[in-house]
């Protein structure tokens, strides 16, 4: 039987290249935003034994996009996707951030629609910081529908220009474009479900903790397990998402945060 094929979306990143690793066994289809990256992460990977090939897409591209699914659909008995791509509020740009973790999002969940069949996983990269932002409808139709034309004159006005904000509501849009897919890729049998991590060690929260050591301690003096997450955490959580033994699990988020958000969400 030929092995079973999982795209990996931000594959040269902190926690792609953790999910990768998770992901033994299994084709590895490598994606990011450029050549180089993807490259070095192929040849990573295939040195320590893995089966891996890239392609470079740069995912707010719908036509690379695509190409990216027609891609993956020739390399064997497709199983999943694991979109880790995205970027912190440290990119300074409200309209990047937007771009990059919401609309590209949503690019991909419809691009792939065509490759959901039973059995196969969609997981999706949310954050605790989505939880933070409350429910409300005047920007919660906008964030469900990010390629509308007009979405984001809407969103703007509650981020006011802050990156970080923006990334907080992008991320939150990632949550409720899970749940409203749910029923759309359970109709042919698939599951769609989102992953938010807490503070994981990886380059994008070393780059907070200088940025803002003293948000960061706070949040390490909140969290119950009393440590900062490892990608690793977060790569065991996608490995059993992805799973059979996750065939129940689907329209929901899994939040691999050390418990931080039970305590911010009281
Ligand atoms: N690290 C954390 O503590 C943390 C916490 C919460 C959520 N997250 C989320 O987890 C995901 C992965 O985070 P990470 O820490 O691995 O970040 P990372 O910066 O290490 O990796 C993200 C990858 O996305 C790629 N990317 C950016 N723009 C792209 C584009 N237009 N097209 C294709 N690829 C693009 C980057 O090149 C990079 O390799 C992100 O969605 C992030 O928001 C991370």
Same mark, same amino acid.
């Given at each position: 039987?030929?092995?079973?094929?999982?795209?990996?979306?931000?594959?040269?990143?902190?926690?792609?290249?953790?999910?990768?690793?998770?992901?033994?066994?299994?084709?590895?289809?490598?994606?990011?935003?450029? =050549?180089?990256?993807?490259?070095?992460?192929? %040849? !990573?990977?295939?040195?320590?034994?893995?089966?891996? +090939?890239?392609?470079?897409?740069?995912?707010?591209?719908? %036509?690379?996009?695509?190409?990216?699914?027609?891609? &993956?659909?020739?390399?064997? #008995?497709?199983?999943?996707?694991?979109?880790?791509?995205?970027?912190?509020?440290?990119?300074? !740009?409200?309209?990047?951030?937007?771009?990059?973790?919401? %609309?590209? &999002?949503?690019?991909?969940?419809?691009?792939?629609?065509?490759?959901?069949?039973?059995?196969?996983?969609?997981?999706?990269?949310?954050?605790?910081?989505?939880?933070?932002?409350?429910? !409300?409808?005047?920007?919660?139709?906008?964030?469900?529908?990010?390629?509308?034309?007009? %979405?984001?004159?809407?969103?703007?006005?509650?981020? =006011?220009?802050?990156?970080? #904000?923006?990334?907080?509501? &992008?991320?939150?849009?990632?949550?409720?474009?899970?749940?409203?897919?749910?029923?759309?890729?359970?109709?042919?049998?698939?599951?769609? +479900?989102? +992953?938010?991590?807490?503070?994981?060690? &990886?380059?994008?929260?070393?780059?907070?903790?200088?940025?803002?050591?003293?948000?960061?301690? =706070?949040?390490?003096?909140?969290?119950?397990?009393?440590?900062?997450?490892?990608?690793?955490? +977060?790569?065991?959580?996608?490995?059993?998402?992805?799973?059979?033994?996750?065939?129940?699990?689907?329209? #929901?988020?899994?939040?691999? !945060?050390?418990?931080?958000?039970? =305590?911010?969400?009281?």
């Amino acid at each position: 039987m030929s092995k079973e094929t999982v795209l990996i979306t931000g594959g040269a990143g902190g926690l792609g290249t953790s999910c990768a690793h998770a992901l033994k066994g299994h084709r590895l289809v490598i994606t990011d935003y450029a =050549q180089g990256p993807v490259d070095r992460a192929v %040849a !990573d990977l295939k040195a320590k034994g893995f089966d891996a +090939v890239g392609m470079a897409c740069d995912i707010t591209d719908a %036509a690379a996009v695509r190409k990216l699914k027609d891609f &993956t659909a020739q390399q064997g #008995t497709f199983k999943g996707l694991v979109h880790t791509a995205g970027v912190s509020g440290t990119v300074g !740009d409200p309209r990047k951030v937007f771009d990059i973790n919401l %609309a590209a &999002t949503a690019i991909i969940v419809d691009e792939f629609l065509e490759l959901a069949g039973p059995g196969t996983a969609f997981v999706l990269f949310g954050s605790m910081m989505g939880h933070t932002v409350p429910p !409300d409808p005047r920007y919660d139709t906008a964030l469900r529908d990010p390629l509308k034309e007009g %979405a984001y004159a809407v969103i703007e006005p509650f981020v =006011q220009g802050n990156a970080d #904000t923006m990334y907080n509501f &992008t991320k939150r849009g990632v949550l409720l474009i899970c749940k409203d897919n749910a029923m759309r890729y359970g109709k042919r049998g698939a599951r769609v +479900v989102t +992953v938010s991590p807490g503070v994981i060690m &990886t380059a994008m929260a070393k780059k907070a903790l200088e940025e803002h050591p003293a948000v960061m301690k =706070q949040t390490l003096d909140m969290t119950p397990v009393g440590r900062y997450g490892q990608p690793e955490d +977060v790569a065991n959580a996608v490995k059993f998402l992805l799973s059979a033994e996750a065939g129940f699990i689907t329209g #929901t988020d899994v939040a691999v !945060d050390g418990g931080v958000l039970s =305590q911010i969400l009281k």
